[in-house]
Nanobody, 124 residues
Framework: QVQLVESGGGLVQAGGSLRLSCAAS????????MGWFRQAPGKEREFVAA????????YYADSVKGRFTISRDNAKNRVYLQMNSLKPDDTAVYYC?????????????????WGQGTQVTVSS
């Protein structure tokens, strides 16, 4: 069992930055690949970024590539999402998710555990 708690969301102006953090419980954090997803009002949940178990491999949605960076610290049981050059279209609830296994997935339904989400609002 893994519990995930996101933090770091908030209100920021377009062009600004935020750093999301996701704290995971348990001693097997390195057994999971991690992902960030987001859901805007009236839209389906969408993939944002993923990282494999040791942080060596990452993948990004085209919409955030070059602006967002995912990273993890297995010693601290945390995964991060650094978001730069934020746009109003980035406004959403952001969720971190854990998938058992070493390889990441872009598919939400292949993740085993989810956090409660943190709101990110980007004003124009």
């Amino acid at each position: 069992q893994v519990q995930l708690v996101e933090s770091g969301g908030g209100l920021v102006q377009a062009g600004g930055s935020l750093r999301l953090s996701c704290a995971a419980s348990g001693r097997t954090f390195s057994s999971y690949s991690m992902g960030w997803f987001r859901q805007a009002p009236g839209k389906e949940r969408e993939f944002v970024a993923a990282v494999n178990w040791n942080g060596r491999y990452t993948y990004y949605a085209d919409s955030v590539k070059g602006r967002f960076t995912i990273s993890r610290d297995n010693a601290k049981n945390r995964v991060y999402l650094q978001m730069n050059s934020l746009k109003p279209d980035d406004t959403a609830v952001y969720y971190c998710a854990a998938r058992a296994g070493q390889d990441y997935s872009l598919r939400a339904n292949l993740h085993d555990y989810w956090g409660q989400g943190t709101q990110v609002t980007v004003s124009s």
